[in-house]
């Protein structure tokens, strides 16, 4: 049994609320357990200067936690004056993920970006943000469609992101906080709703694992990010319909 | 009439979510109209170094806006790698405005950051986060009392601020984004409990104004405010008693 | 009696020296006590970026101080890599008040900035910029009026600050350092030649200040206001001509 | 056949130099192909302030380019004035590469800082820094025991790493920078002396890739550290000794 | 004759205003001819962390430009979050110069550090700013020997500055702006009162130069600088006693 | 004899491999003793803004040291987020004085970029850079002559420089590191094959020299000057003919 009660291939509760945000093209809260992400889709008419005149389209993400996302409070960036290691490999992650999962061709020349805030901070909020923003992502498109801005949706499959990790020996699916900080091997595992890999990082910094770990690993993250897609759907309900076979 | 239906004295609907936040000392969410800003309060003990060894505490704020909270999308501070004018000229007076409700004295060494991080906006968020924040700090403080690293509460008076403004010829309470845009005068107020001002800032770029308009804009804040406070208490609840002399 | 002589309801000696700087459009050495600033206006023939095409003007203001303005040295912001929030709030009101006093319109698409130097510093330096930067910006203006690039003044009315404060128990006009330091309630007032407000920005920071202590700042800060454009007028000479409807 | 005429399970000539730096307690030169990378490893006697007291050492990297190792001219990071995410993401990785093959505990209270500069890059980069990085340590440890600030080395195993890819639909080795330009899956693995894996991060940014790939993906980076690995041994020579329990 | 009517071994006219700021503890305004720029000296009872504890003091200089100085608007360093590599250059120039004319043995564990601004700009701010700034510095110390910190004068010898060039074929002392911008080769030389160099600057970037113009050059110098110390004996008066073994 | 063997008026053993470097237009290693540059020339086809629509061409430079070409690790200025002073001194008089071997009419409207990276230091690394940098700027022009990008070669004369300085009383060519930290007096010195000077930069911070002094370093460094020319020579080999009038 783990920390909260939970079975090993178990994730946290899921709850995603689409259109939190009144301004934004598209919009989610997504909390699993208790992380708790604002992720919002921002559409401009326009793509960075050197992809002009190629007629395909840009995704790009930012990332950031509020200071008291976590237990004890972090400097903000803007106060320090740049984006540190971890939030900049956190985003370019996410950018490159989400993606996979869209035809930049069929989008046309403009940039969606997903900005994805970190309200509460209780592990996972990386893969969090990946199963968010794809949410944010598509109500996004399906504003550009039902503005007529796009007559097909360029969105080409579901996805979804997890982690799992090993911990006091155990392989476990959906790392909170606690256990992350305990856990001997890490790995963050983006998925297609086809159940293709988009992203697979595993580190074990403190050590080492061996081939069998990484085969277990890959099967738990494979359940929860089939977990997290039903959920995406159920938020999407009709919006569904816009993501591609 | 206004564009939202409202009475010229009449503030927008005010919602405080007490304990907003899981890891924070003190937090709420503050919702003014569409103005919703998480304001958390953090406790450290210690003070800056220019402090120390006066046996003085410190209060200080930061304010944020997420990059979606606007109709338009807001590049980061953090990604433009410096905080702007008008940023540090809100948590700059946020930090005032506080540090006048709370004896330093009794506070002890230790420093209370307050965070103000605007969620959505639709005008009024500098006003919204004072008012939001000295909720936050009662609660942090409550935790000191609650803790014994405190005996008796530094908290000398309630706290609480609105914007007032004259729109289309009208002296009006607490304005939204949109008569904001059309404000020729525009006065952000800050008042104790005892109805004394803490900050009284008016600007009239387009247009300079009178002494009878001032009167007038300086009377529509005291109404305002008193209706914050009432706001203020019914949050607090028990926590209320903490305040004052 | 004050710590330098003076009247509660009197200013420090005031000197403008017209045309200080050899290379600016417009230009004054601005003494108030022991307060030096140098006010330029420089001219450019474009407008930001945001503005374009609009056929309107634009006027901004910058602000800084000799490291050994003060009495202790200050480090450089340009050795520290940014603007303080102090330098940016005072440059920001600059600016704004600056603007009410001209018509950007009748400006045409043009810039003229405002940089406000400060030599020596011994308490209202802000308001002693704005003083001085109005006659700069007249010179300047002037200069447009000769080279027939305007064919009419744009500038509506004077304009001119002053400080006061509540300093032990005394409302006091143009306060010096050492009152600024020992005052209970601080207020910036920028008025117009007509007595309208431009910008009222009072804080009792350290003690909340009554309805009656407002009303009888603002009434010095008149009388000041008013002594304060008097000089300026003198310091123009016959280019006082330009200003007004 | 591949571009360079390599078999798909082949990496690119190896080379390594050791003590290629005059001054550093240990460094090599490693070229893989036409990928050359100085490393160079520093001791300090002494660890980041977060770490005091605990009794542990600890290990940390850098990585730059110059401006002209590639095809066309990049701007330098320090002409910038700060570290683009690439940069940042891979010193990261390199660090926490490094930290696995080695005790902390056994280092003792002191940094050893890898510096990897890319003198010419033609792909992959990052994995030949990490097996370059690993022989510059053993080269500074082997300094430590020798001049007896250790009497044990903390080394616990070899670490190397290398890129895999899959391009035109096969699974290839040792990707250079045109193969790397054409992968749809790009993986970089780091693999211990006993097999085990420190690292794995596979991206399909172009085009997701199923489980057999990966399967696939994993063996041959296996094959092509064994190899790294051997390289390695030779550059060591008897320093060799120094590594492993 | 030169462009303003000098001959060609003659200086501009110099003004030293010993005294001009009311805080520092040295200060003058110098003028050569339009070049303005007020220097001040400023004591710390420190050194900077690197020197601590050796008995030895420190002097440093910062050199910046009032935008309007010159006859377009220069960006100030502070906006633009960095000094420039002029500006870096020169303030080393002249900590370097005004290091040698000290002993920092006597002068015992304090900072002076030298502040030139440069008021108003006509070819020749920083030979200016040296000349200036040893007044200065005469007088900071000065003020330790009248204070008793100090018994006996660190000062070893004067110090002062001057450009010289080659304008249109003749070699010119102490250039204008104008001489400035035409000259084929541009010198600043800075000398003692017992006429040795400190520093030799000479820079033929749009035309090398012989080994007689270079002669010719230091030979014109040389009459500059001893007309420079002449102005600076004036200025400091009795205070000149404290100069030299 | 000096700490090297070697006599007062000899320089270090030169060694300049051509074309070091895959991608670069030019580029030479350049070795003078222990002092390693990798010298790179980058050609583009477009000028910096205010150059553009001239008809002519420009030159600029960069320097940087690998944080452990030296003895103790520098901080990389990337890491820092700005450039230090040393680092802009030095690669302005790069840039300057290789502009002066080059017409920049001539050059056409195009940029050549010299990057000059210190992999190891050991005494002169800005003189060993300008060396260096010559010989990769006739490779990279050569290779526009070839491309037929230019008719005529725009390199006006050889260029070469070398340091002197007062080491224990002597005048001593070419100072090693430890010579370097001991000398009185340092001058580094650009001449150009005609033996004309480019760039004459003499410091004695710790101790004034006189003009006897100043006359015996030139001369030295004239010698040493011929001395590298000899040697960009031969490293030229046929492209030595595109070099002068």
Redesign the interface.
């Known amino acids: 049994m783990r920390n909260d009660g939970r079975n090993y291939q178990q994730t946290r509760p899921v709850k995603i609320t689409p259109n939190y ?4 093209e598209g ?1 989610v809260l997504i909390e699993v357990g ?1 992380t708790k992400v ?1 992720c ?1 889709a ?1 559409i ?1 008419e326009k793509v960075p200067p050197f992809m002009k005149g190629q007629g395909r389209g840009w995704i790009t993400a ?1 990332y ?1 936690m ?6 004890v ?1 972090n400097q ?14 956190i ?2 992650l996410i950018g ?1 993920a989400l ?2 999962a869209i035809s930049l061709e069929a989008l046309g020349e403009r940039t969606i ?1 997903l ?1 994805c ?1 970190v ?2 901070a ?1 592990g996972g909020t990386r893969t969090t943000s990946i199963t968010g923003a794809f949410v944010a992502l598509c109500f996004a498109v399906n504003k550009l469609l039902q503005n007529q801005k796009l007559s097909k949706s360029p969105i080409t ?1 579901y996805l979804a992101s997890v982690s799992v990790g090993v911990v006091k020996g155990q392989v476990c699916l959906d790392l909170n906080y606690e256990e992350d900080s305990q856990a001997k091997v890490d ?1 963050n595992v983006v ?2 709703g ?1 159940g ?16 069998e770990e ?1 085969d277990a690993l ?1 099967a738990s993250a494979e359940i929860g990010i089939q977990s997290m897609i039903e959920k995406q759907k159920e938020a999407l309900g009709p919006v569904a319909a816009i993501v591609g076979s």
Chains 1, 2, 3, 4, 5, 6 share one sequence.
């Open positions: 945000m009144k301004h934004a919009s208790e604002i919002t921002s401009e930012e950031s509020l200071p008291r996302a976590t237990q409070r903000r960036e803007a106060t320090k004056g740049k984006l540190g290691g971890r939030t900049m490999e985003q370019r490159r993606r996979s970006t900005d805030d309200i509460q209780d499959d790995m998925m297609t086809q293709k890999f988009v992203e697979v990082q595993g580190t074990g910094e403190d050590s080492p694992f061996t081939r990484l890959l």
